[in-house]
């Protein structure tokens, strides 16, 4: 299924850390947090100003982006868990 998200909406797919041990504790998946860090699959064509112009997403498809905790909806399309949010969600790009 292809997914084109509207307005300032960008499309991530969350990039999983490594998994890290310290000795022999295993830390249950309940217990960890959800990455903040994630790759761009798709972007919206922008916002739109007070005259009606659209205004240029600064992310596009491909881009590595830092995002908050608790920012955006968590969608699952094909199987594949994504996360849907606003431009002004986004931290930071990757590079």
């Given at each position: ?72 909806t ?18 930071a790009?990757?590079?």
């Amino acid at each position: 299924m292809k997914v084109r998200p509207l307005s300032d909406r960008v499309l991530v797919e969350r990039i999983e850390e490594e998994e890290k041990k310290v000795g022999n504790i295993v830390i249950p998946d309940t217990a960890k947090e959800k990455p903040q860090k994630g790759k761009v699959v798709a972007a919206g064509p922008g916002s739109r100003n007070e005259k009606g112009d659209v205004n240029p997403m600064e992310v596009k498809e491909g881009d590595t982006v830092l995002f908050g905790k608790y920012a955006g909806t968590d969608v699952k399309i094909d199987g594949v868990e994504y996360l849907i949010l606003k431009e002004n969600d986004i931290l930071a790009i990757v590079e």
